[in-house]
């Protein structure tokens, strides 16, 4: 990983579409601002590796499940 | 012209034109783009959607207004582009369901897929700033 010391108000350019500034520390935070174009997904890094694990264990089940759970659904339904 | 794949489920076959895009994969899943969906046998609020790329993965999905009557998802300038839709386009929220080993049933309504039927293309969102959580148990 690179490593670089930046104070508030400096920015890291990366690539020529990627811009991050560095706004102010605030308590234990650091407010950073991010400019980058509008089609780029920009993520909370807890956030995403939130859903990519929800995503996973989302693609863990099996027929029998679904099965299970559709005829348990449809019998609600019709009651 | 039809094809075949085999899954964990068992050979499928599919009309590669009929196949959902998602133009970025689903989070975690980004280099998985075309998707088949799956007719649910028993009528029920379920489906399922397979890969075509990878036999292993699949995911369930469902309707969440089923359950949750007011969820409601708007796409965005971006998300409109990336599906290929203008403002007044049809798109559905959809939410992706996970059994876990207890079965107690749980939708991701924090990172709903948008699927537009004039493009069939599908993202997912992820909506960080709403009171949805990536497991919200089916309501009683």
Known sequence: MLVLTRKPGEGIVIGDDIKITFIETKGAGIRIGIEAPADK?????????????ENREASQWNLADLDMLTSAMVKKESL | MKKTIMTRFGEVEFDPNDTV????????FENLRDFIVMPNKKNGPLFWIQSVEDPEIAFVLTDPTNFFLDYKVIPNDRERSKLGIEKDDE????????????????LNLMAPI?????????????????QYKTRHPLPA
């Open chain 1, 41 to 53: 997904k920009i993520y909370r890094q807890e956030i995403y590796d939130r859903i990519c694990l």
């Open chain 2, 21 to 28: 895009r998602f133009v970025e994969g689903l989070v975690g």
């Open chain 2, 91 to 106: 798109c559905h929220a959809l939410a992706v369901v996970t059994v876990p080993a207890d079965r107690k049933v749980t």
């Open chain 2, 114 to 130: 948008l699927f537009a039927p004039a493009t069939n293309r599908a993202i997912q969102v992820v909506l960080e700033n709403s």
